[in-house]
């Protein structure tokens, strides 16, 4: 008995209906694909609960698209994405407005994961669709060089550098600096010189220049990064503020024999997150304080000659009178992280004799300094 051929057919019932996400795990534009609108009978798409897409439950029939003809590698292509996030292919029937097919169906790995509101495509595109492209194009360059199991752990990192993306729309005042935009770079290619949890990028451009005229074409690299909140606890009552020290690979990679840093309490922003719960979060995982009135102090770049790196930054108003010493940090993290309650004038002492050496410390630092008359005299 001949062998029958393996199925090309596929059909999509969640994220990958957003056209542009399709197109971008295919690595070729959708116009020519064969797309038909169909139905799942005996299931309803529903949002996982707590997550960003969906999962497939009982129900009347899912709505979706069944893409016929594909070729091999489109297939493979797909089955790589869908893999990272441990889904696989079964045989299933859905039907179309005339007929039905045997097609195959990317089912969610069964770990536990709780149906929660029915799923909406138009919703998850307007939070998600440009997180999770980003974050595709990331993982796609990646195909036939590494296995799905690989990115896995991989992706809420890209998700979070598409989630920087979205946050950077949030655009600094231009009154004093110039109104230039990126319009006024020409941006000839991004070739990626390394891409790991990290990415090092080229950038081969020109720019506007302050005459008028364009700069000479350049190349250049930048480490491409991602957005993280700082929070630096104070008590206004009685004058401290709480910083933590661990050790870091910046001073270590510069042979800096004391790599053990003071620092604000830190950590990357998650994609879909506010920074000010980000903020409110570490402080807990790290600290383990629970934070009162959070203030925005700042948000700035890092290093804005070669990295995407982004600060936002909060001041944590609590009552540090009885918090001591203590070590903290996510052991899932290889996190040791130790924190200290001190007088916010050692705070300033440690500034002036070098041992905060950490820039975002002392810029945290030297702010409360100058609102500290404001801040001890309450709301």
Known sequence: ??????????????????LPLLACVLGRDTAALDLTPATLPGYATHWAKGESFPLLTGGEGAPGLLIRGLDNDDVSRLTFYEAIFGYTPQEMTVATMTDTHSTLVFRAPDTGLVPGDPFDLDDWAALWGDISLTAAGDAMARFGKVAPAHLRPVMPFLRARGWSHRLARDTAPQTLRSTMTTADVDLQGRPRRYDGFFRMEGLDLRHRRFDGSWSPRVEREGFVAFDAALVLPYDPENDLVLVIEQMRYGPLLRHDDAPWVLE?????????????DCARREAEE????TLGDLRPMTKVYASPGYSSEFFHCFLGLCDLSRFDTGIGGLDEENEDIRSHVIPLARAMELIATGEINAAPLAMM?????????ELRAGP
């Open 264 to 276: 604000p309490i830190a950590g990357l922003i998650d994609a879909g997150e506010n920074p000010a």
């Open 286 to 289: 790290e600290a383990g304080i």
């Open 365 to 373: 630092l030297l702010w409360v300094q100058a609102h500290r008359d």
């Open 1 to 18: 008995m001949p062998r029958r051929p393996p199925l090309t057919d596929i059909f999509l019932y969640g994220t990958l209906r957003h």
